[in-house]
């Protein structure tokens, strides 16, 4: 059974630092992979999609990149802001037919 | 704002009642999907409609019951539903029901259901 891994389920850093999120996935063998962003009680917002064929995708303050060969993703936030905290998480489509595998998810709080 | 919408936002039953949840998009997206999301967990996969056809049905009760009218709508048919259904469902939207196309999923708010 194909897997996504994100640990730790939850942590803190001060504003202003840089934050990592890390996605471990069982299978190299992926069609793309999707970092979200969920917010209390709310739907889910998409922030980066990586391709297979892609190694990074930036967006802001935001950096994903992609090893396949390691079955790794990372998400970088850079400068960190109270507004980050959110829980985000990863999902990969192992199969190319868009269902997709979900993380449990990093919760993540940015500390005035 | 999402291009997502959902109806209602909250929505609170009894077991014996029969509701439906919304969901629009305006994309021009020709898959559709709902999900069912616990406290703390991820989301998971419930139904996904294709070109308006039901592609993917992941061995949901029969309680819950999709339609799909037209390229832009989605609906979620609840009956006798059961306490530990209630959670929060959310819709999704993208171009394909394919990652070939690798183009990112979109979702709603959702709708937060209760069951008394």
């Known amino acids: 059974k194909q897997e996504v891994t994100q640990i730790p389920a939850a942590l803190s850093v001060p504003e202003g630092e840089n934050l990592v999120l890390n996605c471990s996935f069982t299978d190299s063998a992926i069609y793309n992979l999707q970092w979200f962003r969920q917010d209390p009680g709310k739907g889910l917002t998409s922030l980066l999609l990586i391709q297979s064929s892609q190694r990074e995708q930036t967006s802001g303050r935001l950096n994903a990149s992609l090893d396949k060969s390691s079955g790794r993703s990372t998400l970088y936030i850079a400068a960190s802001q109270p507004g980050d905290s959110a829980t985000y998480l990863c999902a990969v489509d192992f199969y190319g037919n868009n269902r997709l595998a979900f993380g449990k998810g990093n919760q993540v709080v940015v500390i005035p | ?116």
């Open chain 2, 1 to 116: 704002d999402t291009e997502v919408t959902q109806t209602p936002k909250h929505l609170v039953m009894g077991m014996t009642n029969k509701k439906s949840l919304k969901c629009e998009q305006h994309m021009g997206h020709r898959a559709m999907y709902w999900y069912k999301q616990k406290a703390k967990k991820p989301p998971e996969l419930m139904f996904v409609y294709s070109y308006e056809k039901l592609s993917i049905n992941e061995s949901v009760p029969s309680r819950f019951s999709p339609e799909c009218p037209n390229s832009s709508l989605l609906n979620l048919h609840l009956h006798a539903l059961q306490p530990e259904d209630s959670a929060l469902y959310l819709c999704a939207s993208s171009q394909e029901a394919t990652g070939l196309s690798n183009q990112p999923q979109h979702f709603g708010d959702g709708t937060r259901l209760s069951i008394l």
